[in-house]
């Protein structure tokens, strides 16, 4: 499993996980080989498409914190399966961002439409990772009776091609749902990221991360996403500013012992 996704275990008290699913650039050799586009034309696509640093942001927080979070990393690009979709049926697979991606950012072909291999991503990458983080929330429910996730994010400045163009994209946007996102929660991510200035919610995304096996149906399992506009912490795209990102794991160290605080008053 550790060629899918990296686990950093927490302090057992905490039933707090922190989810980085979008921070890898990388694609193993035999699921590049089908994607229609040159290096560069590559190496563009996961710019824009590359949640850059967020893993950075978690792990330096790691540094502040008074109770260790579990962290869950991504160790592959969005671009070989993305684990926030759908399996099957989700919305996005209409303009090619689904679970396996057939389309760029800019909405030219990634992969040949229909995808020949796409089951086999789905089993071989998909479902192994959904069960690991379904795993570490289940062992959190375990040990505190809760688990609460952190969904880390972030978004370029410009919009992309299949995002509604005229949809504000504050410095920091707070991800919900309905069910799995109290109000509590929403504060304290306020409360902690307030210096960013700039904080909306459910836009220019919305929604949170939840394992398909509680989502809709167990409450003891709560979510929250954070998606910081890219601008605010790199330099350019590929380029993060030290300053920044120590600032932002302060930041989100902030809000996981407001989180973990919480958790034990309740």
Not at 4 to 26: A, C, F, Q, R, Y
Not at 53 to 82: F, G
């Amino acid at each position: 499993m550790s060629n899918i996704l990296t686990v950093v275990p927490g302090d057992e008290g905490s039933p707090l996980i922190v989810h980085v699913p979008h921070s890898s650039h990388l694609i193993p050799p035999a699921v590049r080989a089908d994607l229609i586009l040159t290096d560069k034309e590559l190496a563009d696509e996961l710019d824009e498409a590359t949640d850059t640093a967020t893993d950075q942001i978690a792990l330096t927080a790691l540094t502040h914190v008074r109770v260790r979070p579990t962290i869950v990393i991504n160790d592959l690009s969005r671009l070989v399966i993305d684990p926030e979709r759908f399996p099957d049926g989700d919305p996005a697979e209409a303009f090619g961002r689904g679970a396996v991606y057939t389309r760029t950012c800019s909405g030219v072909k990634l992969r040949a439409e229909p995808y020949p291999r796409r089951a086999e991503l789905i089993a071989a990458y998909f479902r192994s990772y959904a069960d690991a983080v379904t795993d570490a929330v289940e062992n959190r429910l375990n040990a505190c009776g809760r688990a609460i996730v952190i969904d880390l994010h972030s978004y370029p400045e410009k919009p992309s091609a299949f995002e509604d163009a005229a949809a504000p994209r504050p410095r920091l946007c707070i991800g919900t749902d309905p069910q799995h996102t109290p109000p509590w929660l929403i504060d304290a991510a306020r409360g902690a990221l307030t210096s960013l200035g700039e904080i909306s919610e459910n836009t220019p995304y919305s929604g949170t991360y939840v394992p398909l096996r509680y989502y809709g149906i167990d409450e003891r399992v709560t979510s929250v996403m954070i998606e910081l506009r890219r601008d605010t912490y790199l330099t350019d795209p590929r380029t993060p500013h030290p300053a920044r990102i120590a600032q932002l794991g302060r930041n989100l160290a902030t809000l996981i012992d407001a989180v973990n605080d919480r958790a034990a008053d309740v």
